[in-house]
């Protein structure tokens, strides 16, 4: 069954400091991993995107890990601000067709 | 940048009213996607099209019906609605580059929807 879990379920951390949040997999055929950062009451703004032969991709603080052997991929932020709080939404698409699966999000609360 | 918009961000309806949820891009793009959003469930696909007057089920379409006569609008109708349709419904346009492969969607900023 195609399935994307992310964790944690929710996250406080401090302004300045560093998080990571997790996104594990089980899409078969593999296409691409997508993160996506949700704010309150909007739609969800395109962070990364990764294909199968890359592991890794940066946007700002933002860095995006992809391994696909153990199908496991990571959203690292870099000292965080008051802005980062939001909804943090992990997308796997399969390949070929229109199959995609999203991920439940981690929601992000950044204390000031 | 790629703008998809959607018609209302709030919408208060009563049961059984038929509703219409209204999205607009303005990139060209050919395909576009109605999704469901509720709390600890994630995102759910409603209903999609890959080009003008074709239109595909998603994983939810049980009480809806959508609607694409130009390339630029995607419409989703709740033929008679229910208050288990109270969610937040997000539309969302991706260019096709000839694979089948999904890449890169732009969403829309999303219309809370309450049936009460």
């Known amino acids: 069954k195609n399935q994307v879990e992310q964790s944690p379920q929710s996250l406080i951390i401090l302004e300045g400091k560093n998080c990571t949040l997790q996104?594990?997999?089980?899409?078969?055929?593999?296409?691409?991993l997508r993160w996506y950062k949700q704010d309150t009451g909007r739609g969800p703004v395109s962070l990364t995107i990764?294909?199968?032969?890359?592991n890794t991709k940066s946007n700002g603080r933002y860095t995006a890990t992809l391994d696909a052997d153990t199908k496991q991929s990571s959203l690292h932020i870099t000292a965080s601000q008051l802005s980062d709080s939001a909804s943090y939404i992990c997308?796997?698409?399969?390949?070929?067709?229109?199959?995609?699966?999203f991920g439940a999000g981690t929601r992000l609360f950044v204390k000031a | 940048d790629v703008k998809v918009t959607q018609s209302s961000r709030y919408l208060v309806k009563r049961t059984g009213e038929k509703v219409f949820l209204e999205c607009v891009q303005d990139?060209?793009?050919?395909?576009m996607f109605w999704y469901r959003q509720d709390p600890g469930l994630g995102l759910r696909l409603i209903y999609f099209?890959?080009?003008?007057?074709?239109?595909e089920k998603g994983d939810i379409p049980e009480g809806y019906s959508v609607s694409r006569e130009k390339k630029e609008r995607f419409s989703l109708i709740l033929e008679s609605a229910s208050t288990n349709q109270t969610s937040m419904y997000l539309c969302?346009?991706?260019?096709?580059?000839?694979?089948?492969?999904?890449?890169?969607?732009?969403f829309g900023s999303g219309t809370r929807l309450t049936v009460v």
């Open positions: 969302a346009s991706s260019i096709y580059d000839g694979t089948g492969k999904n890449y890169g969607y732009t």
């Open positions: 996104c594990n997999y089980t899409v078969s055929p593999f296409s691409n």
């Open positions: 990764m294909t199968f032969s890359e």
């Open positions: 997308v796997v698409s399969a390949g070929g067709g229109f199959k995609t699966i």
């Open positions: 990139m060209d793009h050919e395909n």
């Open positions: 099209s890959y080009d003008v007057k074709m239109k």
